[in-house]
């Protein structure tokens, strides 16, 4: 018995709003109106997908394979665009908010005389999906690679060679379409204008002028590529994004709010059983996100209540596979996988005057549970378990939380500004478990749990910019990570069992709070603090890797486990060269840091002739 399941979500979505290249409140210079004045852009979406794919087998061979494939990009953005004038004697403000939860069930499961069943789930959040393919022209090697949203040009169909876009492709074939559609119209006015009746010279005449309209107006492949690269050109920003673009002047009698926050909810799990002399179990579990969140100002603003630039990301991400195989032969292999390099920022540019007092904040929350379970029964049996967390990047384009006035940002230069803060922070808590259980009268298992976090904080005054203020000043950056891995293998068996577990954790963040070269910044009403921290005062956070193992068997129980971790912050607080600072009260630069580091090992072996253990913890 064969049975099979594919699921296939996609949503890629825009929600853009906007005020354009228009005048906003200008009439008589806006003297008339009331106190409650305001103006508001505001674009959300809430985006939430249940998938589910199940396959069940049963017969002398039973397989079974479930797959679960989705996809999910939506661009939430709110934006006050180049050109725009805009006044309010109230409040302004610029809000994005976007929301995403995804469920995702995936579950196999066979029996027989041979019973396999197979699970995979792969889900990409924030990423584009990928046209490119890679194939075989022997059947071993991949030597093949092409891109399924790309073809090519065939000259025997009055191609002209090369390569051509499935988009182009599709409008060329409208166009040919158009033609065809005309030339009937053409043939059917031809034949009404030559016949003797009254009613078919008005049908030609009338099929011709159609003829002749579709000709002079349709489409061609060109200009349909050029009205989608006019398209793909428009404002839409990647992700969630709050947004004044240069070239806007902006003026408030009140506040200023540019937001964007967006929300992420990821649950995947997935199991697989198989059942039989040879039941085979594998589940593969992967996600990839990418979220990217920006709140940011340019042009030329003017507020006499508060300026406030927040951009805000939280992730939830849960993934747990299950992988089970009984017989007399049994195996049981568990994969996971989490990539995560997101970004976030809030970044204010141009000139901002007269405000009681100016916020740019990032704030940057991602929690991740995963575990992987592989479980093997039988005469031979195997649990294979493996776990992979990554969650960072480059730290320019990938994996980063930043606030920052901008380089050249003009600050207070007409009129002061109260008080400063710029404020980046990230808190990050991972928990990542792999299990391996094996048992038989010949057993092993196996396991692997990798966390990596090294996401790159920033908070800082750019390159040449300019602040004067009245109050406090503040630039600080932050970090707050727990990362946990946890790795567990057991084997149990008549003659001889292997077992192995291996866990790493490796946290090493980078976190700097700056005044960048040329920079000057002054207060005449208080102090100047450059900060930056990582984990300070919190001695029961850090990087955690434990493994253990276990075996037992008649004859031969063997076990190791290793156990790595590592945190290795890079944490500074500058002031860069050519760069200028005075204050009222105290200046304050400084860095502070508490690493903690735990590793613990254990392997246990015991036999009836030979018993090994061996652990390594570093």
Do not use: C
Request: net charge negative.
């Amino acid at each position: 018995g064969v049975s099979g399941a594919i699921d296939v979500s996609v949503i890629g979505s825009d929600t853009l709003a906007w005020i354009g290249d228009a005048d906003i409140n200008q009439t008589g210079g806006n003297s008339g109106a009331s106190g409650l004045q305001g103006v508001y852009v505001g674009a959300s979406d809430d985006a939430e997908i249940t998938a589910f794919a199940g396959a069940i087998a049963g017969g002398f061979v039973g397989a079974a394979g479930a797959v679960n494939v989705g996809g999910l990009k939506n661009n939430v953005n709110a934006q006050i665009r180049t050109g725009a004038v805009v006044t309010a004697k109230g409040d302004v403000q610029v809000n994005a908010l976007g929301i995403k939860h995804i469920d995702s069930y995936t579950l196999s499961g066979a029996a027989g005389f041979v019973g396999g069943a197979g699970s995979v789930s792969v889900w990409a959040v924030g990423d584009d999906l990928s046209g490119s393919y890679s194939g075989s022209s022997d059947g071993t090697s991949q030597d093949k690679s092409g891109n399924a949203l790309q073809g090519n040009k065939d000259d025997k169909h009055g191609g002209s060679g090369g390569s051509d876009t499935a988009d182009h492709d599709a409008a060329s074939q409208g166009e040919g379409a158009s033609g065809m559609v005309g030339g009937q119209l053409g043939g059917l006015g031809s034949s009404g204008k030559n016949s003797s009746q009254t009613s078919d010279n008005n049908v030609g005449k009338y099929t011709n002028m159609a003829n002749s309209s579709l000709g002079a107006s349709a489409p061609t492949a060109d200009k349909v590529a050029t009205a989608e690269a006019a398209q793909s050109a428009m404002h839409g920003i990647h992700g969630t994004a709050a947004t004044i673009e240069t070239g806007t002047k902006v003026t408030t009698g009140g506040s200023l709010q540019v937001k964007a926050n967006e929300n992420l909810h990821v649950s995947t799990p997935l199991g697989a059983i198989g059942l039989g002399a040879v039941g085979i179990g594998v589940a593969v579990g992967v996600v990839n996100v990418q979220s990217n969140v920006a709140a940011t100002a340019d042009g030329d603003i003017h507020s006499t209540g508060t300026v406030t630039l927040d951009s805000e990301l939280y992730e939830n991400i849960h993934f747990e596979s299950f992988a089970a195989g009984g017989g007399v032969v049994g195996v049981g292999a568990s994969v996971g996988v989490l990539n995560d390099s997101s970004t976030n920022q809030a970044v204010l540019l141009g000139t901002l005057n007269g405000a009681s007092s100016v916020t740019v904040e990032a704030n940057t929350t991602q929690v991740v549970t995963g575990k992987t379970w592989g479980i093997g029964g039988g005469g031979a049996a195997i649990g294979a378990s493996f776990i992979e967390v990554d969650l960072g990047g480059d730290g320019r384009t990938t994996g980063f939380t930043k606030a920052e006035i901008g380089d050249y940002a003009q600050v207070g230069n007409t009129k002061a500004v109260g008080d400063v803060t710029v404020s980046a922070s990230q808190t990050v808590d991972i928990d990542s478990q792999s299990i391996g259980l094996a048992g038989g009268a010949i057993a092993g298992a196996v396991n692997f749990s990798f966390v990596t976090v090294d996401p790159t904080v920033t908070a800082g005054i750019g390159s040449h910019a300019s602040v004067d203020a009245t109050g406090f000043m503040k630039v600080e950056a932050s970090t707050d990570i727990d990362a946990s891995s946890q790795s567990l293998g057991v084997a149990l068996s008549i003659v001889g069992s292997l077992a192995g577990s291996f866990a790493r954790s490796e946290v090493s963040p980078v976190v700097h709070a700056y005044i960048g070269d040329h920079a000057d910044v002054s207060t005449t009403g208080g102090n100047i603090t450059v900060r930056a921290t990582s984990n300070e005062g919190k001695a029961n956070r850090g990087a955690r890797a434990k493994a253990t193992s276990g075996s037992l068997g008649g004859l031969l129980g063997a076990s190791g486990a290793v156990a790595t971790a590592n945190e290795s912050a890079d944490v500074a607080a500058y002031a860069d060269v050519n760069s200028t600072m005075s204050a009222s009260g105290k200046i304050e630069i400084s860095a502070d840091a508490t690493n903690t580091v735990t590793a613990n090992a254990a392997g246990l072996g015991g036999g009836g002739f030979v018993g090994v253990g061996i652990s390594a913890a570093t």
